[in-house]
């Protein structure tokens, strides 16, 4: 995870059949029944061009297309990195968004098929591309395209949005004109949000406000709100789908928000008069905290707190009832990384699954996943820690060539049968060291009803569907071209120049006070001022001067 290591960036996507992994520049689907890879999509330049083309069947020749030329030659393009993909399961689509600031919308055949088919309906000349055979077509079917002016940040889907329409056919952009219609959300580092239609990724409108990166976005349970994090310590509460409607913010965390999470309480909050349920915001931030925030004005609720393990000692322990909301990390990681030793305890990933109230949050400095449950009190959340499974060391290679894992890429909970998936890297140890993907299913169940502790247990048998789906990435994952790409993150922590000047980040400063303090101690002079005039208040000016 250095800003200029390489690697190859991964992510996962999941629906009620398939099993999407992507790795590099490459889309692949995976079936979860046989574990049979059933399409793979890669994302050169060459595919987007024969989009082009199809959209424009005048124009096929290579002459008026040099690109085309060039496919034929085998020269080598510069690697593309899929850095976000996400499944429509209204439209039975895969959006994919890569680090070149392309987007892609890639559609399952059989709609393909009858989209088409409206369209030449509609069209009095019926050209020999759109006649193709049908049985030569993928599972997936690249579909729309879109070119962004900024790299992504982040996108989420939009629930489904009532939309009254006498008609159910598509319209000119390609969008269906249905009764309920979604969209597809997406930020970028530069503060805008962009709200597309589905399945044409053409932009509804955008709307500005954020003055810095958004890390991520989020819906609410209700559909209403759209959740925003961003660099500058703040999370926004927008209405859904007038973006320019702010309802509240969130004031607390005192670095970067990194991750948020949106729950809902099981029970209406009678006692307040609210017929609806009470819902919450869960986000985690660079500070090492994570925050509970009551929708929709952002109201604080608690705060729960992380620590080293080398960071917690014996009085620490002692005093367990008094530190009921801290929680200490194992922070394996970094001991053979000096460059996440300068860095803070991170949130990098978290995840939520509304049937089992579970939390499944990872750190930048662990190699393990912390699995929380969420408990609802007197309307209010409370988190307790169940169990932490490790990803360090699993699957039938780990042993035999000496797999060291390097970082977690991504993980989501299956919602049909609650196991959490994982996706990480892990190096082998050598003089040409090998970096390759692991796929991994945890199981979750409770001990007993009373108990706070969880059973885990990571699905490891070798003939299983896991077990062949885990060597086929491997296999797929030790082919990609390796290539340069920096997680988030890290640029959420860079020290950034505005002419001569650094602008250093908070904790540097406090991690350079504290290691100044440690090696020179105040004088009592020092002390009395300190004392007497303490940073933090405000003098009061005379008047008389």
Known sequence: LQPNSERFMSLLSLSKQYIAVAAGHTLNVFCRNTAKLLFTHECDGTDVIKLQLQQNP?????????????EDSKEEKPSTVITHIVYAAKYDCFIIVTDNKQMRLLIHRNLFIEKRAKQNNGNDEIDDVSMSDDSDLPLYVLFAHRKMDKKISTMCLSSLVDKPSTSTSTDDTGTDTCTQSQYLITADKFGVIYLHHLPSLAIKHDSHGHLCIITHIAMDVSGKYVISCDKDFKIRISRFPKMFIIDGFCFGHTQAVTKCVTMQHPQPDNDNGNASPSQFILSGSVDGTLRFWRMPFGDPSSVYTFVKTTDVVAAAQEEKDKHENEFAIECDLEAKN????????????????????????????SSKIYLFEVRFTAQQPTLVLGASVSIAAVGDDAADDGAECVALYDLMFDEVSGSLLTLSAHKTVGDAPVMHLQFNVVTIGKIVDDQQELCVEIQNQPNSVVGIIRKQIEQISRQVPKCEITPLYLDLLRNWSIGDEIQKKPYMEKIETQTVTATAAPTNNEKEENAQEPPAKKRKLDPEN
């Open 58 to 70: 005048k124009k096929q020749s290579s002459d008026a297309h040099p690109q085309i030329a060039a």
């Open 338 to 365: 000096e460059d996440l030793r300068k860095q803070p305890l991170v949130v990098t990933h978290m995840k939520y699954n509304a049937s089992t109230h579970m939390v499944a949050v990872a750190f930048n400095k």
